[in-house]
């Protein structure tokens, strides 16, 4: 039977009646919206995203999805007005594949619109004589170099950030923004640097790292998916790529204990971010679960076409992180030996639910 992630210590301080989520459209800001909603009956979430977030409740004094474009310095500043926002979690943004293929809408949205709310956030927190939590959620994309290889086990402390993509390095800018308005003491800052999601529903996404998910969602629906790193199902390349990866319940629970946990869990020279702890998975090991959930039809249904540019980011990921430190601080691992099979049961479960599952 899985092991789910905890939730009795995920209390929001009692100042904080008013959230705001930004990339709640997305399949991460949507289940980090549906855990807020089950954990915080008397907090308003107010979510927003280029197009309107789902309305998974009808009371606009718990739930107030708005669409808006983060780009737009009037937009953001009226997603403020009339409220009194104690909390913010920033997860809008490009993923990896798209901002390497479009760099300057990479840069408009990863790092632009971050400064934009990074400031209207301040502008209210004036305006409230308050001090909101602000959660950015990042990515280890920051990592690359010689000690951030696939066959790499990373110790942070040990290990410069030098970014290999345009993601990682917009990421990394906008964790050096928040950390200076934590260390003004203008916000109470905190980011998190997300390893890889799985499995995510949904369309798949422009990140490097959507095959990972897609080689479970797909073939597990009677659909097609392509591994983009290997040109066959015998190619060396599932063994040797390894991806560092967490099941969804487990990050988005991390996400929300970032907001929850004492300021005091930052120890100076953490810079007010924190890798939140994964699990190291080879392809293999994710074509052997599609097998043993799915059967060898499932199986099947995966191609095999190499796409240089997917092959040359994920190259940039290392395989493995030492975690001990955010465990420390409160943030939950998924169990290294049932975690991905557990992720695939969340999944599972989540198309039983939709009735496309028997």
């Not at 905190?190 to 799985?198: E, G, I, K, Q, S």
């Not at 929850?260 to 074509?287: H, W, Y």
């Not at 599609?290 to 940039?316: F, M, N, P, R």
Request: hydrophobic letters at 40%.
């Amino acid at each position: 039977m899985a092991i789910g992630p905890t939730y009795d210590a995920l209390k929001l301080p009692a100042s904080v009646k008013t959230v705001l989520i930004t990339g709640a459209g997305g399949y991460v800001g949507q289940e980090l919206t549906k855990l807020m909603l089950d954990l915080y009956p008397n907090v308003k979430l107010i979510t927003t995203d280029i197009s309107a977030p789902p309305a998974f409740i009808h009371d606009t004094n718990r739930l107030k999805p708005i669409k808006a474009d983060l780009g737009d310095a009037a937009q953001v500043q009226s997603l403020f007005e009339g409220e009194n926002i104690g909390g913010v979690f920033a997860l809008h943004g490009i993923m990896s594949g798209g901002s390497e293929a479009n760099f300057e809408l990479g840069w408009a949205v990863n790092v632009d619109s971050h400064v934009t709310l990074l400031k209207a956030t301040h502008a209210h927190a004036k305006k409230q004589n308050s001090k909101p939590l602000y959660v950015f959620v990042s990515s280890l994309a920051v990592y690359g170099g010689p000690k951030c290889l696939p066959e790499s086990y990373v110790k942070p402390q040990d290990t410069p950030v030098v970014p290999q993509t345009s993601y990682g390095v917009q990421k990394h800018i906008i964790e050096l923004y928040a950390y200076d308005y934590g260390r003004k003491g203008y916000l109470d800052t905190r980011a998190v640097r997300l390893p890889t999601v799985a499995i995510r529903s949904g369309a798949p996404s422009s990140a490097a790292s959507s095959f990972i998910s897609g080689l479970i969602r797909e073939p597990m629906q009677g659909q097609r998916s392509t591994c983009p790193i290997a040109s066959s199902p015998d190619d060396p390349i599932l063994d040797n790529m390894p991806v560092f990866l967490s099941r969804t319940k487990t990050v988005v629970r991390n996400i929300a204990w970032a907001m929850c946990m004492p300021e005091s869990n930052f120890k100076p020279e953490d810079a007010r971010v924190v890798n939140i702890p994964g699990i190291k998975i080879t392809p293999r090991q994710i074509l052997q679960a599609l097998a043993e959930h799915g059967g060898q039809e499932a199986l099947k249904l995966v191609d095999y076409q190499k796409d240089q540019a997917v092959i040359d980011i994920c190259s940039t990921w290392a395989g493995d992180y030492d975690t001990s430190g955010p465990e420390a601080m409160g943030f939950e691992v998924d169990d290294k030996q049932t975690g991905f099979a557990d992720a695939v049961g969340d999944f599972k479960e989540e198309l039983r639910a939709a009735g496309k599952l028997a």
